[in-house]
């Protein structure tokens, strides 16, 4: 018995790290996938109106309106890895 016990606290601590890795791997890779979802969930955008008055006596109104091509373009850029070209 105590040969187990000398073994247990040898190879123990050499795979726990192993063990516990691959348990916080999953975890990990769920909680994300569950914060993508919520992300991808439609919200209701506030609906925002600006008036701005000229010196000529004109009103110029602005609606809010998301310009979805721009969004994308900057989530694209922000998740790609350009090399820096300084010369």
Avoid: C
């Amino acid at each position: 018995m105590n040969r187990w016990m000398e073994a247990i606290l040898v190879f123990g601590p050499v795979l726990l790290p192993f063990i516990a890795m691959s348990l916080l791997w999953r975890r990990m890779k769920r909680v994300r996938d569950e914060a993508y979802r919520a992300r991808e969930a439609e919200r209701p955008e506030p609906q925002w109106q600006e008036t701005i008055d000229t010196r000529d006596g004109l009103r110029i109104v602005r609606d809010q309106q998301t310009n979805e091509e721009l969004i994308k373009l900057g989530d694209r850029a922000s998740h790609s890895h350009w090399p820096i070209s300084d010369p």
